[in-house]
T-cell receptor
Framework: DAKTTQPNSMESNEEEPVHLPCNHSTISGTDYIHWYRQLPSQGPEYVIHGLTSNVNNRMASLAIAEDRKSSTLILHRATLRDAAVYYCILRDGNQGGKLIFGQGTELSVKP | DAEITQSPRHKITETGRQVTLACHQTWNHNNMFWYRQDLGHGLRLIHYSYGVQDTNKGEVSDGYSVSRSNTEDLPLTLESAASSQTSVYFC???????????FGQGTRLTVV
């Protein structure tokens, strides 16, 4: 399973944009890049995913490098409710199956 | 609304006992997964299933088993509970293809 590398923690101020980086230098051509987040005392929840092109949804944007060896999750205006652990995961598109979690980035948001 | 539910939410059991944690989803998803999360750590995959009668071992499968007799349920059994299996357990499901996975609220298991 391809691995990802994320910073252990990041801080942000409320209402400012947040850029969460992820390195995945061993990504294969069929791997999709998924992002999940886990709020305190809850199960993980889906944020966004993409293959090659940048993606936007109501929660966030995903910017994928041209060589696909890194990506960035962008929260456009952080709120206190965005404080969570964010996981960047590579998921085999052929199987559409298992998600292997790394350690993630713990995001704290200051008022 | 479709959902995924885990039961019980909390359980305390004794070392050596067999324990079964339930996971039920109403999305009719083919893929189901069990994870454990120890305090301060990420999730680790225990077992997963891609359909009825299909089960596969994950990263940390020793001491655990699953069975998939229908689409909706994937119960996780601890054959002989050990203190090292004290953890929070999460169940998840997803459709085939690269769609989002939905997670349950977790079961907090304490083995004493």
């Amino acid at each position: 399973d391809a691995k990802t590398t994320q910073p252990n923690s990041m801080e942000s101020n409320e209402e400012e944009p947040v850029h969460l980086p992820c390195n995945h230098s061993t990504i294969s051509g069929t791997d999709y890049i998924h992002w999940y987040r886990q709020l305190p005392s809850q199960g993980p929840e889906y944020v966004i995913h993409g293959l090659t092109s940048n993606v936007n949804n109501r929660m966030a944007s995903l910017a994928i490098a041209e060589d696909r060896k890194s990506s960035t999750l962008i929260l456009h205006r952080a709120t206190l409710r965005d404080a969570a652990v964010y996981y960047c995961i590579l998921r085999d598109g052929n199987q559409g199956g298992k998600l292997i979690f790394g350690q993630g980035t713990e995001l704290s948001v200051k008022p | 609304d479709a959902e995924i539910t885990q039961s019980p939410r909390h359980k305390i059991t004794e070392t050596g006992r067999q324990v079964t944690l339930a996971c039920h989803q109403t999305w009719n998803h083919n893929n189901m997964f069990w994870y454990r999360q120890d305090l301060g750590h990420g999730l680790r995959l225990i077992h997963y299933s891609y359909g009825v009668q299909d089960t596969n071992k994950g990263e940390v499968s020793d001491g655990y088993s699953v069975s998939r007799s229908n689409t909706e349920d994937l119960p996780l059994t601890l054959e002989s509970a050990a203190s090292s299996q004290t953890s929070v357990y999460f169940c998840a499901s997803s459709d085939i293809g690269n769609t989002e996975a939905f997670f349950g609220q977790g079961t907090r298991l304490t083995v004493v």
